[in-house]
């Protein structure tokens, strides 16, 4: 019964696209290299498409053309079986971030990344999922929160931080321009961020706010392949900013979130929205292009900075945070690979949620840490996921690196022109 489910749900997932794909494969084998789980396991079962075997056999099987002529031919591959879920839930989950990078290089251009996607949702009907990703959905549905953040333990980061950076934050406003929405790791563990985006909307003179509904964009249900899950979580931030009348929603400095809310958000919940989403680099960017955020000083650090994948492959944000960087840092230098094909961190598509993948995340990691390592002495990492974040900041520590992890927004912040430095400027052009 566990196996038909996932026969189904593959039959019922694969469309023209996912069809298309599956058909182009002409078994060339380039996309094992630009996946950084090959690349640092050399195991061909990490081959980026056969990671995904249990849905191409269910499509020969049963979708492909002449499917049922193969079939009473005996010429299709065997039903899959519950063993078979059991040894692949390894591959689909554990060794695959969905970073997308092997779309890259592949010559026919097949969408690994949103084959695993379709796959993981076929697992998903089976009950074949890794305990630390139905945990995080379970948190999310019942808590609002995947690391269960509750709203009172949100109204005291919001509040302490208001104080930290001495500027009014206010909750749940109606009519604000603004909604922000963060990423869980940026409330269990980076929250200064608000501190910093308080400082910056100030300067800047935005009209925004935060939700006590809908605080967090992470969407546990888009990692691990479960489309019900996927959708409350959006429609909850959908429900939060109509309620709010916002006319924006910032995704905030996380990878899948902005795929979550700005791509793929709409179809789950079936209708346009009555806001547009944007992601904080975009916005960032754009009030820096208007004039509206003042810097004074550089960061003379020699530092890199880390493409977050979702933001750079899917989201096309590449510019700008090199735009930001531009204007704060003297000492920036870019890693190879760096933009569209950037090598994730190794933590993305919900494996850093998922502790039996910890020794493959750990693995995956070497790849970023050549990147780095080949830039010669670097001071600090810049970048703008919080997940990558941590990610990269517990891998530091396992590989006994010493590299400081920072993320965009709050250097941005650091360099801000001082209010009395403006206050003068004021009084000198009054004069
Ligand atoms: S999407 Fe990324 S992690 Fe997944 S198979 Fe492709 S390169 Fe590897
Ligand atoms: S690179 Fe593309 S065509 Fe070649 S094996 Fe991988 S998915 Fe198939």
Redesign the pocket.
């Known amino acids: 019964m566990t196996a038909a489910n996932a026969v189904q749900t593959f039959i019922d997932t694969v469309d023209a696209a996912a069809a298309s794909y599956m058909e182009?494969?002409?078994?060339?084998?380039?996309?094992?290299r630009a996946c950084h789980f090959y690349e640092t396991n050399n195991d061909p079962r990490l081959?980026?498409?056969y990671k995904i075997e249990p849905l191409i056999k269910t499509y020969k099987r049963h979708k492909a053309p002449f499917a049922s002529l193969r079939r009473a031919l005996g010429l299709v591959p065997a039903e899959i079986t519950e063993d078979e879920l059991n040894e692949w839930s390894e591959l689909v989950y554990d060794t695959c971030t969905m970073c997308g990078r092997?779309t890259l290089?592949?010559?026919?251009g097949?969408d690994?990344a949103a084959l695993v996607r379709k796959t993981r949702e076929g697992f998903v009907a089976a009950g074949i999922v890794p305990e630390g990703l139905t945990g995080a959905a379970q948190r999310a549905l019942d808590i609002g929160s995947p690391l269960g953040i509750k709203p009172e333990t949100l109204r005291k980061i919001v509040d302490e931080q208001s104080q930290e950076v001495g500027i009014p934050i206010e909750l749940d406003k109606v009519g604000a321009d603004y909604l922000v929405v963060l990423s869980a790791m940026e409330l269990l563990n980076f929250y200064e961020v608000i501190g910093a985006l308080a400082r910056i909307f100030k300067q800047a003179g935005v009209s925004w706010t935060i939700s006590t509904e809908a605080y967090e964009a992470t969407n546990i249900g888009i990692q691990m392949g479960d489309k019900e899950v996927a959708r409350t979580l959006v429609g909850r931030i959908v429900d939060a900013a109509e309620k709010l009348k916002v006319k924006y929603v910032i995704s905030p400095e996380c990878g899948h979130a902005y795929t979550a809310l700005k791509w793929e958000g709409p179809n789950l919940v079936g209708r346009p929205y009555d806001f547009k989403v944007v992601h904080i680099l975009e916005f960032l960017d754009q009030l820096q292009r208007e004039g509206k955020i003042r810097t004074k000083g550089k960061d003379t650090r020699r530092v890199t900075y880390h493409d977050p994948c979702q933001i750079v492959r899917r989201g096309g944000v590449v510019k700008q945070p090199r735009a930001i960087l531009d204007t704060v840092s003297d000492g920036f230098v870019e890693m190879s690979h760096a933009g569209v094909a950037n090598i994730c961190c190794g933590g993305g598509g919900g494996v850093s949620s998922n502790p039996r993948a910890e020794d493959y995340r750990l693995r995956a990691f070497a790849s970023k840490k050549k990147q780095i390592d080949d830039l010669g002495d670097i001071e600090a990492l810049v970048t703008s996921c919080a997940n990558c974040r941590n990610v990269i900041e517990e891998a530091i520590d396992e590989y006994g690196m010493e590299l400081p992890v920072i993320g965009l927004v709050e250097l941005l912040a650091d360099y801000l022109e001082p209010e009395s430095d403006a206050g003068e400027k004021a009084k000198l052009a009054e004069a």
């Open positions: 182009a494969c002409v078994h060339c084998g380039q996309c094992a081959t980026p498409i092997c290089v592949c010559p026919m097949i690994v």
